[in-house]
């Protein structure tokens, strides 16, 4: 499994923006990376997804015209811009490599996991 590390999460304020970044350890084989988050009291859920080799973009409606994913394959690394952040952003994000199939948007199609990035917005 190949190791994750988010990093980039913070406090903004409402409408502020913030990018998180997704180092793997290696290189992925992963066709998919995704970008996960996860309120207190809340399931993990969906955020976006970026495949590994042509660029493919996928959101969840929530964020979409607000958050962009994006990688570097030289740096191994995947980014989420976040702009227009609203408090109900607020969660830990995670990202997710590995995938294994069955859908983009299951965290339990995803094998390696980092160890997450807080993001709050609040005033």
């Known amino acids: 499994q190949v190791q994750l590390s988010e990093s980039g999460g913070g406090l903004v304020q409402p409408g502020g923006s913030l990018r998180l970044s997704c180092a793997a350890s290696r290189r992925t084989f992963s066709s998919y990376v995704g970008w996960f988050r996860q309120a207190p009291g809340k399931e993990r859920e969906f955020v976006a997804a970026i495949t590994w080799g042509g660029g493919r973009t996928y959101y969840a409606d929530s964020v979409k015209g607000r958050f962009t994913i994006s990688r570097d394959n030289a740096k191994n690394t995947v980014y989420l811009q976040m702009n227009s952040l609203k408090p109900e952003d607020t969660a830990t994000y995670y990202c997710?490599?590995?995938?294994?199939?069955?859908?983009?948007?299951?965290?339990?199609?995803?094998?390696?996991w980092g160890q997450g990035t807080q993001v709050t917005v609040s005033s």
């Open positions: 997710a490599a590995d995938w294994r199939g069955n859908g983009i948007t299951r965290t339990e199609s995803y094998d390696s």
